[in-house]
């Protein structure tokens, strides 16, 4: 019998190994991971309202440019930025709203409806949002999710999963393999030259705003180059705000 334990033990080691790591490469478990870990499926499905602002550098021409920006957002297709901006001493401040199937771009007294690509480059970004907020991956019949393998970040590991869905480019998520908070985010998108690129952004500083983990430090690269670092200095979470907030500036 003891010449037989030994290979029996290792089977059953090597059958437990498999089976962590196939837990470990489960898209669904990392994203219920992720859910727990901000703030819980309750919560989260609660507070579909965002306001926040934010603060930082971002890169024109090559030139850091300084700015500061009010965020409101609406799940799943409605949001409103209000961006100032600093460039060579001459202050300009940006209005983008979208509301639904319409979009609006404000600067310089002039207001212009987004049609055609740039419509769909913007819904495009809150779709991304939508995917961001976690729960609807597990709720919304529309997505399929994927392993995608590993990365680092911050020098830790994190567990990658690839989300589709129909009519939108796939947006790649990573968790914190301990903390299973979102980190790092990866999609194609378009550059201010409407050039095809890749963008990743990182999320840091995690803080608790109404029992939900949000991050406090996000940086922004395209290309694999730096194009906005800031950090939020007020965020507050909301189960809804007036549609009158999305309205044409």
Known sequence: ???LSRPVCCLA???LAAGLARAENDP???VTKAIKATGGEEKLS????TKMKFKGTIDIMGNAAEFAAETVAQQPNQFRNEIKLDIMGQSLTIIQVLNKDKAWNSAMGQTMELEGENLEQIKEQAYGDYVESLVPLLTDKQFTLAAAG??????????GVKVSAKGHKDVQ???DKETGLLVKTKKRGKD?????IDVESYMSNFKDVSGVKVPT???IKHDGQKFIEGEVSDVKLLEKVEDSTFEKP
Do not use: C, H, P, Q
């Not at 201010?192 to 095809?196: P, V, Y």
């Open 192 to 196: 201010m030259g409407n050039n095809d």
């Open 13 to 15: 080691v090597l059958a």
């Open 217 to 219: 430090k996000i940086l």
């Open 46 to 49: 609660k507070l579909k309202a």
């Open 173 to 175: 998520l990573f968790f």
């Open 1 to 3: 019998m003891r010449t």
């Open 150 to 159: 590993e990365d680092k970040v911050d020098g830790k590991s994190a567990v």
């Open 28 to 30: 669904k478990a990392a």
